[in-house]
């Protein structure tokens, strides 16, 4: 009942009167252009990439001097094609350039900024109707998991740090009454802490768990270690980190229901979705142009690893144009069984940085490492940090320890990736801290 009132009622009525959004017209908007086709989407989509192109080079400094200095022209984009002139957009540049970025246009921007999980935070703006249309769909993209606003929802997320305000911790706790949200922390997730967390969730009774994926699957196997059963939800969603087939398995198994996993940042929101046919990730296609590129700026061929690089069509307070995000996925954009036009992303592989460099000219993606230590059942959080390109640490958080076979064996199959040049070491660490956002950074260069 309440959910149908919030959703029809008390959303609408505080997001539209209250604070005088649009995010409820852009999301009956995009429940119906999901199911445009291809055509019809893709002509919607370079329509608004022309629009925001002349913005910027009309009224941001930065894109003005680049483009005018490459004999760039945004007139002269008359087809998805004439796009792949334009220059590429890295993070080091934002930080560099984020004032000449802004439009000078009057648009109320608003500032923010990413939680850091690569290890540094990155600084940006938006205009508020970007905002409403991010707001609106990620409402789409969570409804295909049946977690649309007004469901009973509980969240292993990372949360406030640091000295907080009491009237601020007083204002979440009273929104997340009012969404319908319990919140339990991924900071804290100790043994004893999972266990508490596991009494709150039971009598809860949330309706979908929302979670950071490595939290998550760390929860689960305490449950299935602890004989634990937990209360049904009736979907999960996941998000922030990678999620592997194995770490989909365990967690399916343990609550019992599907998870749909979500692809998106701080700069973004959500970028794409599962639907019901978990054939990959809808792209936000309305508000986000996504492409695949290799390192020198080329498509990435169909089925091959590229870099994800994404153009923002609606922030018009401080347009993202062409920006290498850091992301890897596999390239290629095939239609769904379900119907909808909306393209799916193959594959999410993970982060750049998360790829190991050996004197030799080895890589070695990040990936491998947690279907390495999934094997080892004891080790219930580990990171990789790569001291120098000739050393590697795992440091390693061990619930009852590991035997000498079982720690000769995982530097073993270590060694079979780096090879002999590089000195693999274990490192046994009563904690792992997570970043400032609550996510575990899996690999650290420290070189």
Known sequence: MYGRLYRHLLLPLFDGVVKGRRTMSHWHDAEQSQWWTREQLEE????????????????????????????????????????????????????????????????????????????????????????????????????????????????????????????????????????????????????????????????????????????????ARFLKQEGLTPVKPRSIVVGAEKLHDFQRELIEDVFGARIFETYGSREFMLIGAECEHHSGLHLSMENLLVEILNDDGSPTPHGQEGNVVITDLFNYGMPFIRYVNGDRAVAGFDLCPCGRGLPLLKKVVGRQLDTLDTPDGRKIPGEFFPHLIKEFPAVRRFQVVQETREVITLKLVVDGGLTLAEREQMLSEVRKCTGTLVDVRLQMVDDIPLTNAGKLKVVVHAV
């Not at 919607?44 to 080079?57: D, E």
Request: charged share 25%; aromatic share 12%; hydrophobic share 35%.
């Open 44 to 219: 919607f989509q370079f329509k608004a990439l022309r629009s925001v192109v002349a913005h910027a080079q009309a009224t941001c400094p930065y894109y003005s001097d680049e483009w005018n200095g490459r004999g760039l022209d945004a007139s002269r984009l008359q087809s998805p094609g004439d796009f792949t002139a334009w220059p590429l957009l890295n993070r080091d540049t934002i930080r560099r350039q984020r004032l000449k970025m802004r439009t000078t246009a009057p648009v109320k921007r608003m500032s923010k900024a990413t939680g850091g999980s690569s290890g540094e935070p990155l600084q940006f703006d938006l205009d508020s109707g970007s905002n409403d249309r991010r707001t609106a769909m990620t409402y789409r993209g969570y409804g295909w998991a049946g977690a649309a606003p007004g469901t009973k929802q509980l969240y292993i997320w990372g949360t406030a740090v640091g000295n907080v305000p009491g009237w601020k911790r007083l204002k979440m706790e009273l929104h997340h009454r009012f969404d319908r949200h319990l919140i339990l922390s991924c900071f804290e997730f100790t043994p004893q802490m999972m266990r508490q967390h596991f009494d709150r969730m039971n009598r809860y009774g949330a309706e979908v768990i929302v979670a950071y994926t490595n939290p998550l699957y760390e929860f």
